[in-house]
């Protein structure tokens, strides 16, 4: 995530230089100089780790698709949609909203079909 955190920064126009620190975890030193070093996990914590951080992170935004998908459907189910083509239908003509916005780009970031697909 300090990696993401640092990736993200440097994607902004303009931006030739950052620093991000994780401060007040039990490896924040290794990470620190990790992210710095742009070594990667394996090569940060040599050694230890096998693998980089790919299927975590599919995990991660596989629950947060999951969460999004709930936050979404339940002002729908509270409006009393029935399930299945209703909500589906609802969720289409749904208004932008932080919510939706997201699970749209979690979902094509997790590589789903477009959110008018009900799941992954």
């Not at 290794?30 to 693998?51: C, K, M, Y």
């Not at 790919?54 to 399930?83: C, I, S, T, Y």
């Amino acid at each position: 995530m300090v990696a993401d955190a640092y990736d993200a920064v440097m994607a902004v126009d303009g931006v030739t230089e950052a620093s991000i620190l994780l401060d007040d975890h039990f490896a924040s030193q290794t990470i620190n100089e990790g992210v710095a070093a742009r070594a990667g996990f394996v090569a940060s914590f040599h050694g230890e780790a096998q693998d980089e951080l790919a299927e975590l992170r599919a995990n991660f935004l596989h629950k947060a698709v999951l969460a999004g998908q709930d936050r979404v459907a339940r002002p729908l189910l509270a409006e009393r949609v029935d399930a299945g083509a209703g909500v589906r239908r609802r969720a289409r003509r749904r208004a932008a909203s932080p919510d939706l916005d997201r699970l749209r780009h979690r979902r094509g970031c997790s590589g789903c079909p477009p959110a008018t697909t009900p799941r992954c």
